[in-house]
């Protein structure tokens, strides 16, 4: 059994950083890309960045140069680090891997860290 367990979320003033984690545990024979997405109220759930195992990465426009997703390999754990922070980020953020066990390669999600911006 896989898990994906987040943590970092919480509430920060307009123009601050957060980091959050992600830690990937269980029967794991390897993990293929890592990301986040976010879903805010009343909207759809978005893509925010994604790293492959090779380190290649992939943002939303609406996050770019304030945004930088990064990996641990060793740790099987994906950051966010999240500068310059916007109301507008304001969203449950949601942790997702494509990751291989010994029988099966399917995507995960974790339960979701809230992140609030607001003065």
């Known amino acids: 059994q896989v898990q994906l367990a987040e943590s970092g979320g919480g509430l920060v003033q307009p123009g601050g950083s957060l980091r959050l984690s992600c830690a990937a545990s269980?029967?794991?024979?390897?993990?293929?890309?890592m990301g986040w997405s976010r879903q805010a109220p009343g909207k759809q759930r978005e893509l925010v960045a994604v790293?492959?195992?090779?380190?290649?990465?992939n943002y939303a426009d609406s996050v770019k140069g304030r945004f930088a997703i990064s990996r641990d390999n060793a740790k099987n754990t994906v950051y966010l680090q999240m500068n310059s922070l916007k109301p507008e980020d304001t969203a449950v953020y949601y942790c997702?891997?494509?990751?291989?066990?010994?029988?099966?390669?399917?995507?995960?999600w974790g339960q979701g860290t809230q992140v609030t911006v607001s003065s």
């Open positions: 269980g029967s794991i024979f390897n993990i293929h890309y």
């Open positions: 790293m492959s195992s090779g380190g290649s990465t």
């Open positions: 997702n891997a494509a990751i291989a066990t010994l029988t099966t390669l399917r995507d995960y």
